[in-house]
């Protein structure tokens, strides 16, 4: 029985008991793993795999099992990325435990945007939502994507400000892809589901455990060029991913706070270890001047492709807020296809949008 590489390693990442180590170890053994669906427990047992679950992954992962998740998750609006994959993030390939597969819903093109990471404690103060609003929408500003959590407090507090200033963020889950945790960011991640990219290694059905947690966070640096801390105290969750930006060989940021805040004791120490301080975005901006340039020509360029009329300017926020497919377009703006096509056209000649295969549409 035959199945497509990509799929079967899909199905081995989804097959409880197959952890991050144990793919390892089979990887690393041949490339006789494409054949796992024809495995006896024997075959499993042989690759380092115990008996018990041997004897489980030979019964359970099969043909019918993998198409059947595949469905589920194209019916839930679920992509799924693998490592070998051409979108796979090439930072995320530079950490130490990259996630062998990675869930999404939303705009995969922020996979490959230069991106940075906000997060900070789940009760900020007054102070703190006041930074994190006035950062986010700095960053931007330029052309960056914010990356965070979707947990409470700070996270939330990024994801909002990008949305409402016409950013572009990315909420990297801890917990199952079609999972909104907490519940009352149940609003919050459909509207980045539509504007931007929600993100998770954990596939549908993956129960929810609090361990989960810190290993999100891995993932949250690995995907940035950088993490910035808004707010944090001694022992703020958001430190575990300053520690995994620093593993990853990237920059850690914190904003300093009054002395006498506890919220503010977990930024102060990492700036005494050694952490960049951030009193605006310029501080976090001023690193990356050799890529912002491009990022800004970009959006200029954009700007001067002639004056765009009233129509051509809806169709392009639309777009700058996700790719659309031409039916999508039809229906969100109830015009006629003729008239439709005739915009689409004029902004491609304008090089202010362009076609993908299959009628999809994005900006320049």
């Not at 931007?140 to 959590?149: H, K, T, Y």
Request: with cysteine.
């Amino acid at each position: 029985m035959k199945l497509d590489k990509r799929s079967l390693f899909i199905g081995l990442h989804e097959s409880p008991g197959l952890g991050w180590k144990r793919i390892e170890q089979l990887l690393s053994w041949d490339d006789n793993w494409v054949h796992a669906l024809d495995f006896t427990p024997g075959d499993w047992i042989e690759r380092g795999i115990g008996a018990e679950l041997a004897l489980k992954l030979s019964r359970t992962l099969t043909r019918s099992w993998i198409e059947e998740r595949a469905v589920q998750m194209e019916r839930a609006g679920i992509f799924a990325v693998t490592i070998f994959d051409p979108e796979y993030p090439l930072l995320m390939k530079e950490t130490v435990r990259p996630p062998w597969v990675m869930y999404g819903i939303g705009d995969i093109n922020l996979l490959a945007a230069p991106s940075i990471a906000m997060v900070g404690t789940r009760i900020p103060t007054a102070y703190g939502r006041k930074v994190c609003r006035e950062l986010t929408e700095s960053l931007c500003s330029r052309g960056l994507v914010v990356v965070s959590g979707l947990a409470r407090g700070i996270d939330g507090q990024c994801h909002e400000a990008a949305l409402q200033c016409s950013g572009k963020t990315v909420a990297v889950l801890g917990t199952a892809i079609n999972i909104a945790y907490p519940p009352e960011n149940a609003s919050l991640y459909r509207m980045i589901a539509k504007q931007g990219l929600i993100l998770s290694e954990y596939p549908l059905g993956t129960p929810g455990h609090p361990g989960l947690f810190p290993q999100r966070n891995r993932i949250i640096a690995g995907l940035t060029y950088g993490t910035v801390v808004v707010e944090a105290d001694a022992r703020s969750g958001s430190l575990i991913t300053a520690d995994a930006a620093l593993e990853a060989g990237r920059d850690v940021f914190a904003v300093p706070g009054p002395i006498t805040s506890p919220k503010s004791r977990g930024t102060l120490d990492l700036i005494k270890q050694g952490a960049k301080m951030v009193i605006d975005a310029g501080d976090i901006l001023e690193e990356y001047e050799g890529l912002l340039p491009k990022l800004m020509e970009k959006k200029e360029k954009n700007r001067s492709n002639g004056e765009l009329t009233d129509e051509e300017r809806r169709i392009y926020h639309m777009l700058e807020q996700s790719v659309c497919t031409l039916d999508e377009l039809l229906m969100k703006t109830e015009w006629e296809f003729g008239h439709l096509h005739s915009v689409l056209l004029s902004l491609i000649m304008k090089n202010a949008v362009v076609q993908l295969p299959g009628s999809v549409y994005k900006v320049v």
